[in-house]
């Protein structure tokens, strides 16, 4: 069975600071991997996605993930945190089983000014 | 072009009533997921479809129902609201060829 864990439930940063949020999966296959982010009382909103290739991507808003599979992980990074970034960020992971998508728990970014 | 949209945003429900949780998509999507949010929970997958006429239980199906009559509709239904049924419901869309899956600004329903 396929999972997800986010291990940070809260992270907070310093606006103009790096970001590192961790994600961990478990998964049979090649996975496919998302990174999505959650604004409050919104809906949520693609980051990136890792299919295949190129093991660092890029996504918007100036983040990137990269997927390393010794490690089984899909780390999101920023270089420099705004504090519009301040959301709650879920990593998921998919497969070809009807593309049904597993979330983790997510984790909450607080950014101080 | 309007994406995935979710009525009604909010509702408050007594135990026992029933209520339909619409979702519509306007992008030709074979591919519908209905999941649900709780704190600290993450997301859980109710029901999917990959298509009209066809239906599949996810991983928290029980108390709810769903249908699929057309490309773009993809009712979820609550026939006997429990309090445990307390959540957000995200709908949520996809291509044939694509994996990423766009969402709907939700619905958060109170059960008390």
């Known amino acids: 069975a396929q999972s997800v864990t986010q291990p940070d439930i809260h992270i907070t940063v310093s606006e103009g600071a790096s970001l590192e949020l961790r994600c961990n999966y478990s998964?049979?296959?090649?996975?496919?991997l998302f990174w999505y982010v959650q604004s409050p009382g919104q809906g949520l909103q693609l980051l990136l996605k890792?299919?295949?290739?190129?093991?660092l991507v890029q996504g918007i808003k100036g983040f990137e993930a990269e997927f390393k599979r010794s490690q089984s992980s899909f780390n999101l990074r920023k270089p420099s945190v705004h504090w519009s970034d301040a959301a709650e960020y879920f990593c998921?992971?998919?497969?070809?089983?009807?593309?049904?998508?597993?979330f983790g728990q997510g984790t909450i970014l607080t950014v101080h000014p | 072009n309007a994406g995935v949209t979710q009525t009604p945003k909010f509702r408050i429900l007594k135990i026992g009533q029933s209520m339909t949780l619409q979702c519509t998509q306007d992008?030709?999507?074979?591919?519908m997921y209905w999941y649900r949010q709780d704190p600290g929970m993450g997301l859980k997958l109710i029901y999917y479809?990959?298509?009209?006429?066809?239906?599949d239980k996810g991983e928290v199906p029980n108390g709810y129902n769903v249908s699929r009559s057309t490309t773009e509709d993809f009712p979820l239904r609550l026939e006997l609201a429990a309090p445990s049924q307390t959540s957000v419901y995200f709908c949520?869309?996809?291509?044939?060829?694509?994996?990423?899956?766009?969402f709907g600004p939700g619905t958060r329903l109170t059960v008390t």
């Open positions: 949520a869309s996809r291509t044939d060829r694509s994996y990423e899956q766009y």
């Open positions: 998964y049979g296959a090649t996975p496919y």
């Open positions: 890792y299919f295949s290739g190129d093991t």
């Open positions: 998921a992971v998919g497969g070809t089983s009807y593309g049904k998508l597993t």
């Open positions: 992008m030709n999507h074979n591919y």
């Open positions: 479809s990959v298509g009209a006429g066809i239906t």
